[in-house]
């Protein structure tokens, strides 16, 4: 599996192409080649391979009846012996392999589709922006150490608005800090910060907040991490802070094929199952997620290499 993941690496970075200077302090794409490849070796060689090799007794202790549901009970677990902790519980406990995951992660999707490649954002999101004092563009909820909002800002700095940046409060005091680029603690369990101030709030009768609510909320490879309950918890704090008829939210996820799915699709789904007890979603998938959350989908925009992240465009309901 280790073996199809590196062939799977995206072929900027086999190139050593990356812009990673943000996440190593060394702009060498050289090193940090090597250091890429080697954080995926030390994680599997720590981390993934013994998960993978509970597997089977992990679901034969299932008598295969059903796809594991529950994050804190699956393979991981056995393997670590840790029932109850899900995966990030049992990664705080392992700082070393936390710190590598978390640097597999910020990198995981160099080279693949960025959202100003899939959705036409120049020409959809300034439109009609409430342009008062404080108003939010961009909301990039459990987006890491903030590479995709970065990007966003570089490719479009015409955008108006704020960017923020929300993950937990361990994450974000790694992030790297960068001018324009907001970066904010939040637990997207818990009610989303950046929503309209109320017109009887003390904060819009002072005029201090003025915002309605961000135009754009965007998740990227965190619903994939978590079971359909959990993630319409998460897309239900997202949908209470949405204003109807403007703000949108993109989810940037895999959208698997309902036949013929790819080995990249299959391996993560693989992967979902083994580290997160959930799994990879078709788009009927992710329509009927979406739908029980009270969003409407209006666009797709399929992966233009038809391997990575797609794009979801829904509104509120
Ligand atoms: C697979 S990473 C994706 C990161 C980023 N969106 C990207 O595409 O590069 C999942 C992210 O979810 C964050 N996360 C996990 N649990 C969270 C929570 N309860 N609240 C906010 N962020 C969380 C992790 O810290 C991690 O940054």
Not at 123 to 140: A, C, N, Q, T
Not at 187 to 202: C, H, N, V, Y
Not at 284 to 290: I, N, P, S, T, V
Request: with cysteine; aromatic share 10%.
């Amino acid at each position: 599996m280790n073996c199809t993941r590196i062939q799977h690496l995206p072929k900027d970075l086999q190139a050593g192409k990356s812009d990673v200077s943000l996440v190593f302090l060394s702009s060498d794409c050289v090193s940090f080649r090597f250091l890429f490849l080697a954080y995926i070796c030390l994680l599997s060689a720590e981390f993934l391979n013994p998960a993978y090799q509970a597997l089977p007794g992990f679901l034969a202790s299932t008598k295969y009846k059903s796809s594991p549901t529950d994050p804190a009970d699956t393979a991981v677990q056995m393997a670590f012996e840790s029932k109850g902790k899900d995966l990030i519980g049992i990664l705080m406990e392992r700082p070393d392999s936390a710190r590598g995951f978390g640097t597999l992660m910020s990198t995981w999707g160099e080279g693949h589709s960025l959202i100003q490649d899939l959705y036409p954002v120049n020409e959809r999101l300034p439109k009609g922006f409430d342009d008062s004092r404080d108003s939010v563009m961009f909301v990039d909820v459990g987006g890491g150490y903030g590479q995709k909002a970065i990007a966003l800002k570089r490719a479009c700095p015409q955008l108006p608005g704020r960017f923020i940046v929300q993950d937990l409060p361990g994450t974000v005091a790694n992030a790297p800090k960068v001018e324009g680029i907001e970066m904010m603690g939040h637990d997207f369990f818990t009610e989303q910060p950046i929503k309209g101030a109320s017109p009887l709030s003390i904060d819009a009768l002072l005029q201090l907040k003025t915002y309605t609510g961000a135009r754009a909320y965007y998740i990227r490879q965190c619903l994939h991490n978590w079971p359909t309950e959990k993630c319409l918890t998460i897309l239900k704090h997202i949908h209470d802070a949405m204003k109807p008829g403007y703000s949108k939210l993109f989810v940037h996820e895999l959208i698997v094929a309902e036949r013929g799915a790819s080995i990249w699709s299959t391996t993560q789904d693989f992967n979902m199952m083994t580290l997160c007890a959930t799994m990879e979603r078709t788009e009927g998938q992710w329509r009927e997620m979406l739908g029980q959350a009270n969003l409407k989908v209006v666009g797709v925009y399929p992966s233009k290499d038809g391997e990575s992240e797609g794009i979801i465009e829904a509104e509120k309901a």
